[in-house]
């Protein structure tokens, strides 16, 4: 996330109307304040599977409830990163600088 702190706000404030270069900055700052909230609630949910998704939890005797309950912490991280590659790939298409910003 370093490079889209210090050269996306750049590349935004070079690239669109000096008056609506606020509006595209608090954007995305609230981006960055509502995303984490939604992933601390989406990866709760995760918790409630169990780590072994290949394996009923319930014929070890555990449930959520259980002291030794693993959950599966690591889907959000796949889902995560699947949807970053895909959100990446316009952002690819991108010039150094948009055509008119001059």
């Given at each position: 996330?370093?490079?889209l702190y210090t050269l996306g706000i750049t590349?935004?404030?070079?690239n669109v109307p000096?008056?609506?270069s606020s509006f595209y900055n608090?954007?995305?700052?609230t981006g960055s304040i509502i995303g984490p909230a939604i992933g601390y609630m989406v990866g709760a949910k995760?918790?409630?599977f169990y780590t072994d998704v290949f394996v009923d939890p319930k014929?070890?005797?555990l449930d959520p409830n259980n002291p030794k309950w693993v959950g599966a912490w690591w889907i959000g991280?796949?889902?995560s990163g699947f949807i970053g590659v895909l959100l990446s790939l316009p952002l690819l298409a991108f010039p150094?600088?948009?055509p008119g910003s001059g």
């Open positions: 996330a370093t490079p590349y935004m404030d070079e000096q008056r609506s608090g954007i995305f700052y995760f918790l409630d014929s070890l005797g991280f796949l889902i150094a600088s948009l």
